[in-house]
T-cell receptor, first 110, second 113 residues
Framework: QKEVEQNSGPLSVPEGAIASLNCTYS??????FFWYRQYSGKSPELIMF????GDKEDGRFTAQLNKASQYVSLLIRDSQPSDSATYLC??????????FGQGTELSVKP | DTAVSQTPKYLVTQMGNDKSIKCEQN?????MYWYKQDSKKFLKIMFS???????INETVPNRFSPKSPDKAHLNLHINSLELGDSAVYFC????????????FGPGTRLTVL
């Protein structure tokens, strides 16, 4: 059974700090990795995807992938209260089948 | 101009009833999905259709039956509803050949009493 693991949190950071969200996956053959953000009562929305080892930056968000360690992370710089949400890590199993982690709840305190 | 829409948004029903949820996307995508999100926020894929063909069929009770009349629509019919079916059901769509970025609908919160 392929698995994706995240710390459920809640992770609490002060406004302006860096929030670090982590995810590990069990299938060494996985190629595509996604971070979704889900506000309470809303649907998941894609914020980052990464396919290659290393870092990928988009504004205040940086995704980091280490396939040797089967580890993917999301850094949020200059965290804002509006970043408070649940962050879902997802791994593409095959052909569009996404396997999600249980999500990490992030709370950014003003 | 909603990209992925679902109806109804809320569904409250008694155990044993049969209900349907409808999904439509206007993104021109060729692949649609049904996900179930439980009370612990765990999101799990149930089914996927590509151009009206079933391509993903996870271990789901056969009381759940998806149907895709065309590539812009995907419905989910649930027979003999049980308490454990209470969850939020999300529809999603993507363009399969362009990668797996999936766009989610607003969700249908199903409560079985």
């Amino acid at each position: 059974q392929k698995e994706v693991e995240q710390n459920s949190g809640p992770l609490s950071v002060p406004e302006g700090a860096i929030a670090s969200l982590n995810c590990t996956y069990s299938d060494r053959g996985s190629q595509s990795f996604f971070w979704y953000r889900q506000y309470s009562g809303k649907s998941p929305e894609l914020i980052m995807f990464i396919y290659s080892n290393g870092d990928k930056e988009d504004g205040r968000f940086t995704a980091q992938l280490n396939k040797a360690s089967q580890y993917v992370s999301l850094l949020i710089r200059d965290s804002q209260p509006s970043d408070s949400a649940t962050y879902l890590c997802a791994v593409d199993d095959q052909g569009g089948k996404l396997i999600f982690g249980q999500g990490t709840e992030l709370s950014v305190k003003p | 101009d909603t990209a992925v829409s679902q109806t109804p948004k809320y569904l409250v029903t008694q155990m044993g009833n049969d209900k349907s949820i409808k999904c439509e996307q206007n993104l021109g995508h060729d692949t649609m999905y049904w996900y179930k999100q439980d009370s612990k926020k765990f999101l799990k894929i149930m089914f996927s259709y590509n151009n009206k063909e079933l391509i993903i069929n996870e271990t789901v009770p056969n009381r759940f039956s998806p149907k895709s009349p065309d590539k812009a629509h995907l419905n989910l019919h649930i027979n003999s509803l049980e308490l454990g079916d209470s969850a939020v059901y999300f529809c999603a769509s993507s363009h399969r050949s362009l990668g797996t970025e999936q766009f989610f609908g607003p969700g249908t919160r199903l409560t079985v009493l």
